[in-house]
């Protein structure tokens, strides 16, 4: 790699505030604000919006949102998939 041509990548902390979630792993990222991990050493802190324990994907809470009965529209239509 090229000397100082690179941001500097070191730990960082990443925090869900909606899920009440926190994750050190190493990023290029930074930020102002600091928070003191459970190792007892001062980390920069990053507060994300979604994390993997609060994303609808990752904790299986996803739903169907069907307007105007349309998936009932369709089953009736063309039938079950495993109808066959």
Known sequence: MKPGIHPAYGPV???DRAADFAFLTRSTATSDKTIEWEDGNTYPVIDVEISS?????YTGTARVLDTAGRV????????RRGAR
């Open 53 to 57: 324990k609060s994303h609808p994907f």
């Open 13 to 15: 902390v990443f925090r």
């Open 72 to 79: 009932e529209r369709f089953e009736r239509r063309y039938g």
